[in-house]
């Protein structure tokens, strides 16, 4: 894993799993490993493109139910009576489960169709739930005849006892009798508060007193009977709920298996939605796997690519018998940064990822990834920078085959210069001899040449401005490059006599290298300038294809209209001849006619070959994305509100933030934090409508201290109380286990909470703790 982490696969897939809107997705996605064959990495690039149609209608449906799954589920499977907090999270999961299934409905791709078939019939379950549950997770008042029965005598009898007492509290001879004229409740019975000494005026029942004993709680015998009966009637209400808890426990238990089958099902598709996100805001692509190439088009690294910052996208083709890269060229320019995005592309490929590179990319379906990129050294193993560098050499001069792939940063560089480019020789030609793929990069000179026309090796380098002295990171195909340690030194400013002296110095080869740069660089501008051209005319043929291709998608919808038009024409025609048709020629004509016309649509209709995917004019984007509507903004790395819908020119208004700015509706995507859609999906059902319960609220006391977290906390609750909240979700990780350790203790104390308890393993573990709040 330590190699993944230089490799910058880590932050790829933090930056995968902040699109997942479940912890179990984003736990799935951290678990994220290389496919075992090419077909399955293809299937996954088939299901993440699947995933992005779903996306393009511009809905992403949330799984956040799957976080309070692992709470109830198991004491479903056990026929356990579910408490209406956990009813509640039943509810929220069946409706996400239909929310889902709304989405997906209208996209026509398999995978799609897949989950919406095989995701439960949520209907039911919900109905059955909204029968004796609110939307809160009260129970109904009207859940059953009997509980609408007891509750209405339970209001009236209430309302008889409240108007006795209020009778007794407005009588005028009772005035120096009760202590205040109020009416009030103890041990669930109404009382009238009487002075202390003063109880003898007022027959009852007493049920105790203040604390300073002052006053004295009674119960007066008028209400007695009607208290009696409040009191039987409570009881009956409470079993009459725990017996309807009880059958809908016991309905929800027999639909434990299509609840554990749907839950896979959603975890799956928030990966692939939280994937299909990432491609789109790196504009990433599926690509073809081969046996003996590699060709990178276009190839980009995905980190940069968010940044918003201008990214140079560069080729690499490592074809025939060349299958081992050595790259060269100044400090700084850029080196690393491809090394890592070949890694990346190659990584991300054996992972079913699409990689950031043109979409006609191929590469092997790589089963090793050996990997030496920054300083390795170990104190334990007594490991110096260059023992741990060659450690790795040595493990990666022991695979062989075109389905592995070493990429080694700097070979021998930390080392005597001769010793370390003799090393480096022998290791890359012990990689030739293994048939393997390779991208090593190397300052040293005599690594740069001495390579014959049969070796493996092929010499490439990132160019230089010459005018300037700094770095293009473009990437030039067979041609070395200079370190420009030289060049470099007077850029930044140093002596130039130092600079002098350095010249003076250097070996006459060395020198007359540096002489003959200039023919170098001559060579490498007309390079530059044929692949700026081929560029050109590779974007204008891909435009010109693109354009043909939407011509030819009109045509087919035309035709499709065309032909939908002519069968509705035919059969009007029909009827009509079917409707005039002489009697004695009825039975005959009939006949014939309605097999013209059965047959007719199978003659001229052609099933659609057209799939729902990204709007391709401003008025498909404007019915797709109408002004309200969440998009991400490239050009400044974040999401913004769309204001209004595409001008003439194509241009919509943006709100992102404070900054409103008119763009162009083509440079837009899909929202990268989209809000929860789960609510506007179910009212667009026609089977079901319901009404939606508040998301828990989430403290995240991550990064404080335990005196700041403390106080949040205490705020957090008195809200929660206050707004009589079910739950509260704290994200205070584990670190020294300090902070965590400080909440619980708290939590543990507050008069607040009913209980507490850690996360499940699925849904964040030990570093969240989930609170129920109770009545203070």
Known sequence: MQDLVVLDWIEILEKIKSHATSDMGREAIMQTEPLKTPQEAHASFQEINNATEVLNQGVRPFMTSLDLYSTWILRLKKNAVLKTLEMKDVRSFCLEALALKEALHPVQNDWAQRIHQSLMKAEEPVSAIDQILTPSGDIRSDASETLFRLFREKERLAREVQSTLDRLVKDHQMENVLQDKYVTTRDGRWVLPVRSGMQHHLPGVIHGSSQTKQTVFIEPEKVIPSNNRLRQIEVEIEDEIERLLTELSRYLSSKSLDIESSQVLMKDADVRFAQAQFANQVEAHPIEFSDDSMELIEVRHPLLQLSGKKVIANTVLLEGHKSILLLSGPNAGGKTVLLKSIGLAAQMARCGLPICASETSKLPFFKNVLIGIGDAQSVDEELSTFAAHLKILGKAASVKGRDNLILIDEICGSTDPEEGSALGRAFIEEFS?????????????????????????????????????????????????????????????????????????????????????????????????????????????????????????????????WLQRTVKKAERKVEEAIAHAKADETFKRHTALQEIKYKLPEIVKAKPITQPGAPETAEEFGKKFPPGSKVYVPTLNQDGIIQSTPNSKGEVMILSGSVRLQLPWTILKPAGKPSNPTSQLIRQSSNITVALADDDRTLDLRGRTVEDALQELELALDKAAQAREDRIKIIHGHGTEALKKAVRTYLSRSIYVKKWKAGSPEGGGDGITWVEIGEA
Do not use: C
């Open 433 to 561: 001899n293994n048939d393997v793929f390779a991208v090593i990069t190397s300052h040293l000179g005599p690594l740069k040449s001495g390579w014959d026309e049969q070796s493996r090796v092929y010499n490439g380098s990132l160019e230089y401005d010459p005018k300037t002295g700094r770095p293009t990171y473009q990437f030039l195909a067979g041609i070395p490059g200079d370190s420009m340690a030289i060049q470099t030194a007077k850029r930044v400013g140093v002596a130039q006599s130092i600079v002098q002296r350095a010249l003076d110095v250097l070996a006459p080869a060395t020198r007359a290298r540096l002489e003959g740069l200039e023919q170098i660089e001559q060579l490498k501008a007309d390079i530059n300038l044929l692949q700026d051209h081929l560029k050109k005319e590779t974007k204008k043929a891909t435009e010109m294809k693109r354009k043909y291709e939407g011509m030819l998608e009109q045509f087919n919808k035309d035709k499709d209209e």
